[in-house]
Nanobody, 114 residues
Framework: QVQLVESGGGLVQPGGSLRLSCAASGSVFSANAMGWYRQAPGKQRELVAYITSGGRTNDADSVKGRFTIYRDNAKNTMSLQMNSLKPEDTAVYYC????????WGQGTQVTVSS
């Protein structure tokens, strides 16, 4: 059973930066298209960025130019660099593959507020 563990969230002021990390119990990143998702209070979970097994990336329009997704197959980790954060980025962030989801981790809370 694959376990996903997200970390790196916190409280940051608007315009600030955070780097989230995702670790997996198995070698999942190189074989799967993986993504970062977020869920804000009262809203559905949404995909914000993904990276394919071949290394191609894509971002949601709401984060384009501000968020960058990285993958380190050797370390079996995935990261999300978030810059120019806005209050509307406040959410719990999760990592998972794009289809056939693994069990969801606990997520990491990102709060953007002054």
């Amino acid at each position: 059973q694959v376990q996903l563990v997200e970390s790196g969230g916190g409280l940051v002021q608007p315009g600030g930066s955070l780097r989230l990390s995702c670790a997996a119990s198995g070698s999942v990143f190189s074989a799967n298209a993986m993504g970062w998702y977020r869920q804000a209070p009262g809203k559905q979970r949404e995909l914000v960025a993904y990276i394919t097994s071949g290394g191609r990336t894509n971002d949601a329009d709401s984060v384009k130019g501000r968020f960058t997704i990285y993958r380190d197959n050797a370390k079996n980790t995935m990261s999300l660099q978030m810059n120019s954060l806005k209050p509307e980025d406040t959410a719990v962030y999760y990592c998972n593959r794009l289809s056939g989801w693994y069990p969801w981790g606990q997520g990491t809370q990102v709060t953007v507020s002054s």
